[in-house]
């Protein structure tokens, strides 16, 4: 068995799309980032990359590569999933947690789990995904930004 943790923060910026977990959220903003931002996914990479020993998701999707810019997060985690099998792993479960002031996160969360469980593909009850506010404190608390953490035990391929 293998654990990572992971997590992603980006800025909210006005005239970009808001994607947590691989759905887009109506809002008024969206995360500023080189790819589409999905600080979710984004998090769940780099806890898997970290529980393969592989590095972090700036390693194998740097920002100054222009082959990156504005790529969906779920191709991404897609990617990650491949090098995941390369290593005969697979996944036990996931635990994600977004802070966020706004917008509210559990309308969308059996779409996220759904998701999520899609691009891994694994059975949604290896799924979490959870969220809380930061109480008003720092730039989450002010509105400006999201945050993600994720942790993910990963099992051998029996």
């Known amino acids: 068995m293998?654990?990572?943790?992971?997590?992603d923060i980006h800025r909210l910026v006005e005239e970009r799309k808001l994607f947590l977990g691989g759905v887009e959220i109506p809002y008024i903003k969206g995360l500023i980032s080189h790819t589409d931002g999905d600080v979710v996914l984004h998090a769940i990479a780099d806890a898997i990359l970290g529980a393969l020993a592989l590095g972090d998701i700036g390693q194998h999707f740097p920002d100054s590569d222009p082959g990156y810019k504005n790529m969906p997060s779920g191709d991404i985690l897609q990617r990650v999933v491949r090098l995941l099998a390369e290593k005969e792993f697979v996944i036990g479960n996931i635990d994600t947690a977004i802070i966020a002031e706004e917008p509210k996160i559990y309308p969308f969360r059996d779409k996220m789990i759904e998701s999520i469980a899609s691009i891994l593909g694994v059975d949604r009850s290896k799924i979490n995904v959870k969220?809380?506010?930061?109480?008003?404190?720092?730039?989450?608390?002010?509105?400006?930004?999201i945050a993600s953490y994720a942790i993910v035990i990963l099992e051998p391929k029996t």
Do not use: L
């Open 131 to 145: 969220a809380t506010t930061n109480e008003g404190v720092g730039s989450i608390g002010k509105g400006d930004a």
């Open 2 to 7: 293998r654990v990572g943790i992971g997590y």
